[in-house]
Each structure stands twice: as structure tokens, then as C-alpha cells.
């Protein structure tokens, strides 16, 4: 009888996390639920276990060293290995560069881009030595977009993105895969974590997560699908393979798309 897939995820207390840790479990595989607030992990691993799916919660925070590698030592004492790691716990700003402070910046790219090289280099060499297994880092479609308003956020989720270009690459031949996913706007709680000198915002950020159509259960399952058909770069919506193919191919004409609707908001609000 093979063996169930194990996948640790980070963040997965909330939002996009507990939903990707739910449709894993639903697929069958054992999950470490892994969030800064151990209460939430315990509360997704107890509706999970509710489905007969083998789950553990356990304490992280992704931008302390320490905190990460003892994550690291309690999955492989559990386990004593992994086959997927996502790399998903993150937080929310908004503001223009000009204006963001630097205790913004560097909390930002401490947690959201630091804490996903954190767990590549900790879980990267584990896998590799399997020769087998996969990292899913989850970006934003912010990293790709060049919106205004979101400049150390759009820079940590596009340094997610580049940084798992360069994984990609120092990984091939070796077994393992790696994905990274650019989900836009969706119905979820990040903005609970959200810091701005900004007023207005919050309010245009919060406008924009109402106004979503995807769940976090829908950008689950689509990531999920990317996963198991081996994309690299996973655009899980079609608004948003849209918009990239339209700047990648007419940067121009996206740019004035792009600013465009964010004046129109701007009336509108």
C-alpha cells in the first residue's frame, strides 16, 4: 500500500493556506499545519481530522530563523520527510513608495520575502536529497502587475517570484519540482496583518477583496491543479492570465489599462 503525500504549509491558520491545506487533505494527503498563531493551525487541523485525514498543527513564525528551523526539526521528527512545502504565510501593506516607512519595508520583505527563502533553504536541501518532491511559493499577481499603491508589498511578492525562478533553475535535474503562484485579489482575511501610513489604502485594498469574485477555496483548487500538472508559474484566474499576456506583450497599452481603472476607482470611491 503506498504511503500518503505529505505537505507542510505554512499559514495555514487563515485564508488561502487553510483552504490549500484542506484540498490536500481532501486528496489525501497528511498535512502539517504550520501559523504563527498555534490556536488557528490546531482549529484547521481539528476540521480536517473531522474528514479521518492524518494532520498536526504546529507554531511558526516565518520571519524568525529559529522559529523556522525548529518547524523544520519537528516535521522531519514526525515525518522524517516531506514531499510538498508551501511556502504561503504572509502580510499585508499598502502606500506609495514615497511615503512607506522603512520599519514598512523591512517588515515586509523580512516576512514575505525573507520567509520564503527561509523555508526554501531549509526544506530545498531535504528534498533534494530525496531526489524527489516539490516547493509551491505562493507570490501575488501584485509582484507581476507594477500597480501604484503597494510598493513594498508588489516588491516582496515579485522578489517571491524571481527568487523561484533562480530555485527552479539551481533545482533541475535534481528531482525536484518548483511552482510559484500569483493569485490576484480574493475573499480572504490577509488584511488583518495590514500596516500603512496610507488611510486611503486599506480602504481601496478592502474595496478590491469585497468586490472579488474567487474564494479562497476556488484559488486553492486551481493552485492545487497547476501543482499536479507541474506549472511553474501558476496564474490561477482568468482575469489574471489576461492581464499578463497583455503586458508582457503590449506593456504600454497595460500600463494605460492599469492606470486607467485605478483613476476610475479613485472616482468611484
Request: positive net charge; contains cysteine.
Amino acid at each position: 500500500m503506498a504511503r500518503s503525500r505529505r505537505v507542510l504549509v505554512t499559514g495555514a491558520g487563515s485564508g488561502l493556506g487553510r483552504a490549500l491545506a484542506f484540498r490536500y487533505a481532501e486528496a489525501g494527503w497528511r498535512v502539517a499545519c504550520a501559523d504563527i498563531r498555534l490556536e488557528r493551525a490546531r482549529e484547521t487541523v481539528e476540521l480536517i481530522t473531522g474528514f479521518g485525514i492524518g494532520a498536526m498543527a504546529m507554531r511558526v513564525d516565518v520571519g524568525d530563523d529559529a522559529s523556522f528551523e525548529a518547524l523544520r526539526d519537528e516535521v522531519l521528527a514526525a515525518w522524517d520527510g516531506v514531499d510538498l512545502v508551501i511556502n504561503n504565510a504572509g502580510v499585508a501593506s499598502g502606500g506609495p513608495l514615497l511615503t512607506a516607512s522603512m520599519d514598512e519595508w523591512r517588515w515586509m520583505l523580512n516576512i514575505n520575502l525573507l520567509g520564503v527563502v527561509r523555508g526554501c533553504r531549509l526544506f530545498g536541501p531535504i528534498l533534494a536529497e530525496q531526489a524527489e518532491g516539490h516547493i509551491l511559493n505562493i507570490a501575488s499577481f501584485a509582484g507581476l502587475a507594477g500597480p501604484p499603491g503597494m510598493a513594498a508589498y508588489a516588491t516582496a511578492k515579485a522578489g517571491v517570484i524571481a527568487l523561484s525562478e533562480g530555485l527552479r533553475a539551481d533545482l533541475d535535474g535534481s528531482g525536484v519540482g518548483v511552482s510559484v503562484a500569483c493569485p490576484s485579489f480574493f475573499q480572504t482575511n490577509l488584511l488583518e496583518s495590514f500596516r500603512s501610513a496610507d488611510p486611503t489604502s486599506l480602504k481601496a485594498a478592502t474595496q478590491l477583496m469585497r468586490d472579488a469574485k474567487e474564494s479562497a477555496a476556488m484559488i486553492a483548487e486551481a493552485i492545487y491543479r497547476g501543482v499536479e500538472r507541474g506549472e511553474f508559474l501558476i496564474l490561477p484566474t482568468a482575469s489574471v492570465r489576461n492581464a499578463w499576456r497583455l503586458k508582457r506583450w503590449f506593456p504600454q497599452r497595460y500600463f494605460r489599462e492599469l492606470m486607467r481603472k485605478v483613476r476610475a476607482r479613485g472616482k468611484s470611491t
